[in-house]
């Protein structure tokens, strides 16, 4: 049982380029949830998903795509990378919704740390 | 305003101390409450829901004041493996994390 894991560890980009940054989980957890983690700054909801085939904004969506084609996998795509896009960024999966108010457990793969130039 | 607040710390301490953090939260609608922990350069992890009662876990103490909006995580008997940073969640249809506030035990 692997829990979340997420691939690449690391990546560099030039600024322009695009990536996808792919997220798995075996607990066969509804939601998942894309972050990113800046300095000083508590983690940001960029987009996230209450299931399969389907995908909404978080707080910073802009200049992200996502797709959940599969319920174990969640992408997360940068289409024109920018340097405002150098960050940490977090996938975290949960079996009970946003509005589950007193269980909300999410467990979070290891991170991919993203640097712009 | 941030919508959750932490003193950033450091806190650095002694093995056997206790210290204790607040976390302040803009939101009275918020619905429930929780303390990650987050290693260096690793991913946060759940440590525990704060109840409103008050909640304890061994050498971890969580205390919820909904009227003055904060939250307070207390250790007690601080051992070196409690350094990393903790992370106040508070829960609004959206989790909203704070910044972390950074422990070191030192021996």
Not at chain 1, 28 to 33: D, G, L, P, S, T
Not at chain 1, 68 to 76: G, S
Not at chain 2, 43 to 70: C, H, I
Request: glycine share 8%; with cysteine.
């Amino acid at each position: 049982n692997a829990g979340v894991t997420q691939t690449p560890k690391f990546r560099v980009l030039k600024t322009g380029q695009s990536m996808t940054l792919l997220c798995a989980q075996d607990m066969n957890h509804e939601y998942m949830y894309w972050y990113r983690q800046d300095p000083g700054m508590g983690l940001r909801l960029i987009h996230y998903s209450v299931g399969e085939g389907t995908t909404a904004k978080g707080e910073v969506p802009d200049g992200y795509n996502v797709s959940r084609l599969k319920k174990q996998n969640f992408l997360l795509g940068l289409e024109s990378a920018a340097p405002s896009q150098t960050s940490v960024y977090f996938c975290a999966s949960s079996s009970l919704g946003r509005l589950a108010a007193y269980q909300e457990t999410q467990y979070f793969g290891p991170g991919t740390r993203l640097l712009v130039l | 305003r941030k919508e959750v607040e932490q003193d950033p710390g450091p806190f650095n301490v002694p093995e056997g101390a206790t210290v204790a953090f607040n976390c302040t939260y803009s939101n009275s609608a918020s619905q429930s409450f929780f303390w990650y922990r987050q290693d260096c350069r690793k991913e946060p992890k759940l440590l525990m829901s704060v109840y409103s009662s008050g909640n304890e876990d061994g050498r971890f103490t969580a205390q919820l004041n909904r009227a003055s909006q904060y939250i307070s995580l207390l250790i007690r008997d601080s051992k070196l493996s409690d350094s990393a940073t903790y992370l106040c969640v508070v829960n609004n249809n959206d989790m909203r994390f704070g910044a972390g506030t950074r422990l070191t035990v030192k021996p």
